[in-house]
């Protein structure tokens, strides 16, 4: 197969310079009008101040791709976390239904593994700290201004993971007037959303701020045999936060975070055909007989069903200022315990049963000391970081010994007449008048890791601005990582089991079967060969790594209004261990990534638009995926080249002071450029997966309605384009498996919210929409029990949701 080249493309260069043209020519199009020519009713729109480069800035005057997720669009949505935005922020793919175990994607770039000793390639921030990994890193949205969406390696400025970009959240700070506010929502399904807030000063250079709400859902899901709602939710958090000033020059700022969340786990349909009871599923399974899982009923038997977290963490900020500039002090500590138990094979059959746990326990601490300042020419951040974590992690496969004797026999690896060998012989012991079963007994295998890292890093940049127009940056990060990893796993775990088994030993059955005990101890889940030469035996690991992440960007303002940008940086991901995997370990991965674009504001028409170019290469990515070339199924760490070329274009508009426009688009072209997948197939120059186009806008109309308020529409839409299979993603089943599950296939969404403010902004009520036209897509498929089992589940996105809101403001 020919590998096709990526050169800093053609096509790239073409756009950026049509773009860059569009731009200088559209300076005398924006110049002032001459006096009495008719204009918009206002001037302006509104700056947007974000600190991407760890300084406050106007959105325009840097050059970085971002977008920015203000308080509106999270009303216009209703959004609740990270997960509910996604669909408006083009590039960026979160996999939110296990709020748990969340999953980052942006342009194109992820990280496939649930395990403690992988990290994220999408770093999220909280008011400048790094949220960590896995089961802590998708919380509620408490008393959130803004989210900065940072697109591109950011390895320089925000560090460590971040080798797809940062998603960094900015929380209000307390302010000098006595506020309080409430929120209350009511949908479809029992939805229930309480949210309150209320500032309260403190004499005057200190104030406190207290945030708490409550969510409840009963689920949009029943299970057709019982009538139990699933896929419910019931979480809580509350946020505390004060602030002061120490004489002129030092301010502190400290907030404590807390959110409980107790729930079932996210429910899996079926989707194989089922032979009437007790028969078995045909191996191999017949994959254009899928059933849609939108048109079928849901049907569960997991035992212990649950996804629960408890969450705390505080964070402390002191700002000093110097003659010579300024010192920031962030302290930070996180902790968290999470357990997500999920059944997988989307039946209520036992002899089919099979569920997955994760359990996790994380404790992290952060300090960052941060000096900026300007002299003279140079606008210059440096600092120095240092990151400590413990956690500790519990992989569990569990089932029945019915479900187990259906491998078994699948397999043939029992050396009975009718293939069995729990089931068998409990009916030769009950034929004879012994009272004893080996079915319905609980079987359970785990693997538990333990992982401590520390991380420290060094950086610094400066914007040098060479004169009024030229710009010219330079920044550079050092980070160390140190990780201590261990894997344990011991033989399966089956008390009532093992006690039969005695019973049967003590009466001597075993020497009348002519089997030993031995042939009814064995594992079915992690039999890997490592696995299985080291069962009861805890492997330690110790590694190191040291990366350096530097950046270079220059800018040039054509005009007070159009910029022109270009930029080298690097990002990367820490190296680490694959938790299913004794003894497993990967290096760092590294993109390198060129952009160019420009920024331009036309002032007299209230029009702003951005466009950005890039090209990155991704060295040595690490995926754990399911390798099928097994018997019974495994993980494995996967190594892939990756490389893209993409474009980035945000508008806003506002025509006239009632009606507002934005449009958000990306494109991307992102393919292999060496890999060969563990079955032996070379995709190397075939797509990735990641769909070409993904686009979101919105509109927005107020009518003022002086002494009876302002009455505001909104209309939002999203378009993600349909994946692009590979023989990878169809060897794995994630693209073009069967025609009734079109998965992989395009997906758009639209919102609507229609909201009154009364005339002195302190009630509100609004009506809204999410998914109005009910489309429903299918994220993901549970294929572990698929070649053993013949079970395969699957997970459908939410369908349409109304509700209503109601508002206060004091």
């Not at 000793?117 to 008393?143: I, Q």
């Not at 990780?483 to 089991?497: C, E, G, H, I, Y």
């Not at 530097?550 to 261990?577: C, I, N, Q, T």
């Amino acid at each position: 197969m020919t590998v096709r080249k990526h050169p800093l493309s053609l096509r790239v260069r073409q756009v950026l310079f049509g773009g860059l043209a569009a731009g200088v020519a559209s300076i005398a199009f924006a110049a002032p009008q001459e006096d009495g020519a008719d204009g918009p009713d206002a001037t302006t729109l509104d700056a947007i101040t974000v600190t991407a480069q760890s300084r406050e800035q106007e959105l325009q005057d840097v050059p970085i791709a971002l977008q920015v997720v203000n308080e509106q669009l999270l009303d216009d949505v209703a959004a609740e976390d990270l997960g509910d935005i996604d669909s408006f922020v083009p590039g960026l793919v979160i996999d939110s239904q296990q709020p748990t175990q969340p999953s980052f994607q942006l342009r194109g770039i992820s990280t496939d593994d649930f395990g403690i000793g992988t990290d994220p390639a999408v770093g999220v921030y909280v008011d400048g700290v790094y949220a960590g990994r896995g089961g802590g890193v998708l919380l509620p949205f408490t008393d959130v201004e803004r989210i900065e969406v940072l697109k591109g390696p950011q390895g320089t400025l925000f560090g460590r993971n971040t080798a797809a970009g940062a998603i960094s959240i900015i929380t209000h700070r307390p302010g000098p007037e006595l506020q309080a506010r409430a929120k209350l929502r009511l949908a479809e399904d029992g939805k229930q959303y309480l949210e309150g807030m209320a500032n309260i000063p403190v004499g005057e250079v200190s104030a406190f701020r207290f945030n708490g709400l409550f969510n409840h859902a009963d689920g949009w899901l029943q299970d057709a045999a019982t009538g139990e709602d699933l896929s419910p939710e019931n979480n809580w958090a509350t946020r505390a936060a004060f602030s002061t000033r120490f004489g002129d020059n030092t301010t502190a700022w400290i907030t404590w975070d807390h959110e409980s969340l107790d729930q079932l786990g996210q429910a899996t349909i079926g989707i194989v055909p089922l032979p009437p009871a007790p028969g078995l599923i045909p191996l191999p399974i017949d994959e254009t007989a899928y059933l849609d899982p939108r048109r079928v009923p849901a049907m569960t038997d997991a035992d212990g069903n649950e996804e629960s977290r408890r969450f705390d963490g505080a964070t402390l900020i002191v700002d000093h200022a110097f003659e010579w500039g300024n010192l920031t002090s962030t302290t930070a500590w996180h902790d968290y315990d999470s357990v997500n138990r999920v059944e997988e094979d989307g039946t209520n059959r036992r002899y089919l049963y099979v569920d997955s746990t994760n359990t996790e326990s994380n404790s992290n601490l952060y300090q960052e000391f941060r000096f900026s300042g300007t002299t003279g020419a140079l606008d210059w951040v440096a600092g120095a970081s240092y990151f400590k974590e413990s956690a500790d992690q519990t992989s569990e496969v569990n089932a029945y010994t019915d479900s187990v004797d259906t491998i078994v026999r699948n397999l043939g690896m029992a050396p009975t007449p009718d293939g069995t060998l729990y089931g068998f012989v409990t009916q030769v012991m009950q034929a004879n008048g012994i009272p004893l079963s080996l079915l319905g007994h609980q079987w359970n295998e785990k693997f538990v890791n333990d992982l401590d890292t520390k991380a420290y890093a060094l950086y610094g940049d400066v914007i040098w601005h060479v004169n009024d127009r030229l710009n010219l940056t330079v920044g550079l990060r050092y980070t160390r990582d140190e990780k201590t990893f261990s894997w344990f796993n011991d033989l399966r775990d089956a008390p009532t089991l093992d006690a039969t088994l005695d019973q049967m030993e003590a009466l001597g059955i075993f020497t009348l079967l002519g089997l030993p005990r031995d042939a009814f101890v064995f594992d079915i889940a992690f039999i890997d060969p490592p696995a299985l030469m080291n069962k009861g035996i805890t492997n330690r690991a110790s590694q190191s790594w040291d990366d350096l992440s530097p950046r270079f960007v220059v800018d040039y303002h054509f005009s007070d209004d159009l910029m022109g940008f270009a930029s080298l940086a690097k990002g990367y991901k820490a190296g680490g261990y694959n938790a299913l995997q004794i003894g497993s370990e990967f290096d760092n991965e590294d993109v390198w990534n060129f952009e160019a674009g420009i920024k331009h504001a036309l002032p007299e028409h209230r029009l702003q638009y951005n466009l950005s170019a890039y090209y990155y290469v991704y060295d040595n990515r690490q995926a754990v995926r399911l390798d099928s070339t097994t018997t019974i199924p495994r993980f494995v760490v996967d190594t892939s080249d990756l490389e893209a070329w993409g474009l980035d274009f945000d508008a806003r508009w506002q025509p006239t002071d009632a009606l507002t426009l934005d449009l958000n688009a990306a494109f991307i072209d992102s393919t292999y450029k060496d890999y060969v997948t563990p079955e032996g197939i070379d995709v190397s120059g075939q797509a990735t997966g990641t769909p070409h186009w993904s686009v979101a806008g919105g509109a927005s109309y107020v009518w003022r309605m002086d002494d009876a308020g302002d009455l505001r529409l909104s209309l939002r839409h999203a378009y993600r384009g349909k994946t692009r299979c590979s023989d990878e993603s169809q060897s794995q089943g994630t693209c073009g498996v069967s025609s009734a599950l079109r998965l992989g296939e395009a997906q758009e969404r639209t919102d609507v919210r229609l909201g009154w403010t009364s005339a002195s902004g302190r009630l509100g009520l609004a009506v809204y929409g999410t998914n109005v036209f009910d489309n429903q897509y299918i994220n993901a498929l549970g294929t572990y029990g698929k070649t053993v089992l013949g079970t395969v589940g699957a997970r459908v996105s939410q369908p349409r949701s109304w509700g209503v809101e109601f508002s206060a403001n004091y």
